[in-house]
């Protein structure tokens, strides 16, 4: 799927963004940071990502003499040639390595995406500080690379930091995670440096002569003068966990044999209020059997899991509904677009922390369809991998989503509930 939004709507302006009280405390690098580095590693989705997001940091990073090395994943070769101008004007001396992938379809081309960032990632150190495009942005091309990035490096002694570029035209600040923010401090002459090699994409620049550019001279000038800030990766000890799990066991859990996973998986599902449904959403899919019991009742369903390895299995349980998508996503950083008639929960939210579970609550309000259901269903033991009980995750959802409990059933080993 494209990327539907607009990219000259603003839904939250530059005033609004300068007014927010979060911004007091934020820490700022401190120049030390860079003696220790070898390299810096910048990957874009699109050539400008990286000037947009991250120009006036590499333009101080090559103050310092330290070697950059610039990733692009798509892009035809009048971008890639003012993406070089670009660079020039921010004084780094890097030749373009572009992939040549499609833009707008990273997420079909992960396969040979992820070889190449491996590729480009192998040998990295301590030494190294790579930058990427924040998972969150929403634009599906910047969600593909940054998770590729991210979990390549999670094996790594490389120093990640991501950087935002649609946050600021199509988020709120709702969806800034502003307790992992890093500010760069952007002196005058480096915000100056930055512009002018924003300049240099005109095929982007909105204007008379180009009235189909996506860059508005107010995104454009919010880019260069406002803060430019790095996002500290979300790390999850959960994320191989769960990966290794499945590729060594296939089915971690026994859910396929298992007569409680059965009896509560048939439970979840006689629990739905509607017979049918239009379009659902099932976060952490696992090996995709709840997915398949799911897909009996929906017109269109959209099913995720972080891991890979689960990814696969699930995507060929289901390979028999035309109208179920499996895809690998991490949330709640991630999300998919859109609006659901049905979300379903299951034995996930104890693995989130606290401001996860609380972001992905507010994700699942967001994209609630009218008159629709969320289902959760956790177990209601412990375990020491957990962020917090299933019985929290459940008081957490009824006290922040402003949804009403239409359905309660509680066992001694489970409870499953549905919010309408």
């Known amino acids: 799927m494209v990327v539907t939004f607009d990219a000259r709507a603003a839904v939250t302006s530059p005033e609004a963004w300068d007014e927010c009280a979060e911004w007091a405390g934020i820490p700022t690098f401190d120049g030390t940071e860079f003696g220790a580095l070898d390299q810096v590693v910048v990957f874009s989705a699109h050539a400008d990502d990286e000037t947009l997001g991250a120009g006036g940091l590499l333009a101080r990073v090559a103050g310092h003499g330290i070697p950059v090395r610039v990733v692009v994943a798509t892009g035809g070769s009048e971008r890639i040639a003012e993406l070089r101008d670009a660079l020039s004007e921010l004084g780094v001396p890097a030749e373009v390595e572009a992939l040549g992938l ?3 379809d990273l997420k079909n081309e992960s396969d040979r995406l992820r070889a190449h960032v491996e590729s480009v990632l192998s040998g990295c150190t301590d030494r190294w500080l790579v930058l990427a495009p924040w998972p969150g942005d ?3 091309d910047h969600r593909t690379l940054g998770r590729e990035v991210g979990e390549i490096l999670q094996a790594t ?3 990640l930091l991501f950087y935002p570029v649609w946050l600021w035209q199509w988020g709120t600040p709702d969806d800034v995670p502003w307790a992992r923010l890093i500010d760069a401090a952007l002196s005058a002459q480096e915000q100056q440096i930055k512009a002018a090699a924003i300049d240099r994409f005109t095929s982007q620049l909105e204007s008379p002569s180009n009235p189909s550019g996506v860059l508005t001279p107010e995104f454009v000038l919010h880019a260069a003068t406002a803060p430019e800030v790095l996002i500290r990766p979300e790390w999850s000890v959960n994320d191989a966990h769960f990966e290794d799990l499945h590729r060594r066991l296939g089915d971690p859990w026994s859910v396929r044999t298992d007569w409680y996973e059965r009896r509560k998986r048939a439970l979840t599902v006689a ?3 509607r017979e049918r449904y239009g379009r659902a959403l099932e976060l952490g899919c696992s ?6 019991s799911l897909a009996e009742r929906c017109d269109a369903l959209v099913a995720v899991d972080h891991a890979a390895a689960a990814v696969a299995t699930a995507s060929e349980r289901v390979a028999d509904f035309a109208q179920v998508s499996v895809e690998r996503m991490r949330i709640p950083a991630a999300w998919p677009d859109g609006d659901f008639d049905l979300i379903v929960i299951s034995e996930l939210a104890y693995y989130l922390a606290a401001d996860q579970w609380e972001r992905t609550i507010d994700r699942c309000r967001e994209s609630l369809a009218p008159r629709g259901n969320v289902l959760l269903c956790h177990w209601l033991g412990d375990s020491d991998d957990f962020a917090q009980t ?8 009824r006290a922040r989503s402003g ?17 309408a």
Do not use: K, Y
Request: proline share 5%; glycine share 12%; net charge negative.
């Open 287 to 292: 090996i995709g059997e709840t997915t398949a």
């Open 138 to 140: 929403r634009h599906g």
């Open 403 to 419: 949804l009403t409990q239409v359905v309660a059933h509680r066992e001694p080993g489970f409870l499953l509930e549905v919010f």
């Open 102 to 104: 499609t833009d707008g």
């Open 390 to 397: 299933g019985e929290a995750a459940h008081e957490a959802f």
């Open 271 to 273: 629990s739905l209020p």
């Open 157 to 159: 002694n490389a120093t």
